[in-house]
């Protein structure tokens, strides 16, 4: 079963910084995606960062001050945030792809259906 597990939020003055991880058990799938999303109070999640494989990307809003990363030997994903401003308060989200396991091995990914963490709160204050 998979699980995610989000840590590192908290609460920071503007222009700081939080480093966010996630624990990913049960999911050895280290060629498909993993991302970061977020949700504000009375917005719609959106999608942070997403990396799969050497290839990352970022929304406009956090290109230059965050970073997204994976240590796949640790199963954990990261969310480097710097320069933090007020638009960031929201609670995080981790997700991965779900995959389909081959019964000769292998797998395949399904970027559009995920796994979800339950979130941590980041809260960025003037």
């Known amino acids: 079963q998979v699980q995610l597990v989000e840590s590192g939020g908290g609460s920071v003055q503007a222009g700081g910084s939080l480093k966010l991880s996630c624990v990913a058990s049960?999911?050895?799938?280290?060629?498909?995606?993993m991302g970061w999303y977020r949700e504000a109070p009375g917005k719609e999640r959106e999608l942070v960062s997403r990396?799969?494989?050497?290839?990352?990307n970022y929304a406009d809003s956090v290109k230059g001050r965050f970073t997204i990363s994976r240590d796949n030997d640790k199963n954990t994903l990261y969310l480097q945030m710097n320069s933090l401003n007020e638009e960031a308060t929201a609670v995080y989200y981790c997700?991965?792809?779900?995959?389909?396991?081959?019964?000769?091995?292998?797998?395949?990914?399904?970027?559009?259906?995920?796994?979800w963490g339950r979130g941590t709160q980041v809260i960025v204050s003037s």
């Open positions: 990396i799969v494989g050497g290839t990352t």
């Open positions: 997700s991965a792809d779900r995959a389909s396991v081959y019964l000769g091995g292998g797998y395949s990914c399904f970027s559009r259906d995920r796994y």
């Open positions: 049960g999911y050895p799938f280290s060629n498909c995606g």
